[in-house]
C-alpha cells in the first residue's frame, strides 16, 4: 500500500508564512501528479493546488493563487506548499493528494491531514 504523510501544520497568525510537506512511500514506480485539498469545519474539501510531474505545470484555486506555491521533489516523492501571506479563512485540515503508478494499479491516494490555523 502507499502511504502519504504531510507535516508542517501548526497555528501562525495572519500575514504568516507556513510551509507543509508531504512524503509518498511504499511500492511506488512513478507518480504523475500530486497535490493539496483542504477543508474547513462544515465545509466541504476543496482543491488547493496541484503540480504534474512530468511537465512541472502548476494549477492553484482562485483563493490562494499568488500566496501559495507548490513545489515537488520528484527523486525523493514529495511535494511541499509555501503558505505566505496567510488569512484565517485559510484555517482548514491540508489534506495531501497524489496519482500514484505501481505494479497493479493506478490510483489517488490520501494523507491524514494535516491542521492549519490562521488567527486574526
Known amino acids: 500500500q502507499v502511504q502519504l504523510v504531510e507535516s508542517g501544520g501548526g497555528l501562525v497568525q495572519a500575514g504568516g508564512s507556513l510551509r507543509l510537506s508531504c512524503a509518498a512511500s511504499g511500492r511506488i514506480f512513478s507518480i504523475n501528479r500530486m497535490g493539496w485539498y483542504r477543508q474547513a469545519p462544515g465545509k466541504q474539501r476543496e482543491f488547493v493546488a496541484h503540480?504534474?510531474?512530468?511537465?512541472?505545470?502548476?494549477n492553484y484555486a482562485d483563493s490562494v493563487k499568488d500566496r501559495f506555491t507548490i513545489s515537488r521533489d520528484n527523486a525523493k516523492n514529495t511535494v511541499s506548499l509555501q503558505m505566505n501571506s496567510l488569512k484565517p479563512e485559510d484555517t482548514a485540515v491540508y489534506y495531501c493528494n497524489a496519482n500514484v503508478v505501481t505494479m497493479v494499479r493506478t490510483n489517488d491516494y490520501w494523507g491524514q491531514g494535516t491542521q492549519v490555523t490562521v488567527s486574526s
Open positions: 503540480i504534474i510531474s512530468s511537465t512541472d505545470r502548476t
